[in-house]
C-alpha cells in the first residue's frame, strides 16, 4: 500500500494546494507533536512547490525559534539556504545560534556540513573529528567500560578515522 508520506508527497507534486492545506490543518487538530511536525513539513514543501521560498525560510525561522532548541527546523532552514546556494547565509545563521549554545554538537556537526559543500574539506574534516572526539569522551566518561565499533566502507576510510580518533586521544 501507499503510505501516508507518498500520498502528502503527491498532493504536493500535482499542486492540490487546497487539499494540501486541509491535510496541514486536519494534522494541526491533532494537537500532537508528530501532527505539527508533519504539518509543518508539508507547509513547508507547499510553500517551496509554490515558489514561495521567503516565506517558506520565514516560516522555519519562526519553528526555530519558537521553543529555544536546536533541531529539524534548523537543519531544515540551512538546507533550504543550502539549495539556494546561499552559503553565506547558513554559515552566518548557524554561527548565531553556536553564539547561544557553543558545544551544541548538532549545530557544529551543521557547520562542519556547511564547510564540506563549500569545499573547505580541512576546516570541516577538523569540525567532524572535533564532535566525535568530544562524543567519545563524554561516552567514556559516564561509560568507562563502554566499547565502541566504528564501521567504514574503504580501508583507506578505516585509517582516516583511526589517525583522527588517536589524534584526539580517544
Known amino acids: 500500500g501507499v503510505t501516508q508520506a507518498e500520498r502528502d508527497k503527491a498532493i504536493i507534486e500535482l499542486e492540490d494546494w487546497a487539499r494540501a492545506e486541509q491535510v496541514e490543518a486536519t494534522l494541526r487538530r491533532l494537537g500532537t507533536e508528530v501532527g505539527r511536525n508533519e504539518a509543518n513539513r508539508i507547509q513547508v514543501a507547499r510553500l517551496q512547490q509554490q515558489g514561495r521560498r521567503d516565506e517558506a525560510i520565514a516560516f522555519l525561522e519562526e519553528l526555530a ?8 527546523p534548523d537543519v531544515a532552514l540551512v538546507r533550504q539556504r543550502l539549495e539556494e546556494g546561499q552559503i553565506d547565509a547558513a554559515l552566518g545563521y548557524v554561527d548565531q545560534k553556536l553564539e547561544q549554545a557553543p558545544g551544541d554538537p548538532l549545530l557544529r556537526t551543521l557547520r562542519a556540513a556547511i564547510l564540506q559543500s563549500d569545499q573547505q574539506w580541512d576546516a570541516a574534516e577538523a569540525l567532524y573529528r572535533d564532535v566525535l572526539a568530544e562524543a567519545l569522551r563524554n561516552l567514556m566518561q559516564r561509560e568507562p567500560s563502554a566499547s565502541v565499533a566504528l564501521i567504514s566502507r574503504y580501508p583507506q576510510q578505516a585509517e582516516v578515522y583511526y589517525e583522527a580518533l588517536r589524534i584526539a586521544e580517544v
Do not use: C, L, N, P
Open 65 to 72: 525559534s519558537e521553543d529555544g532548541t536546536i533541531g529539524g
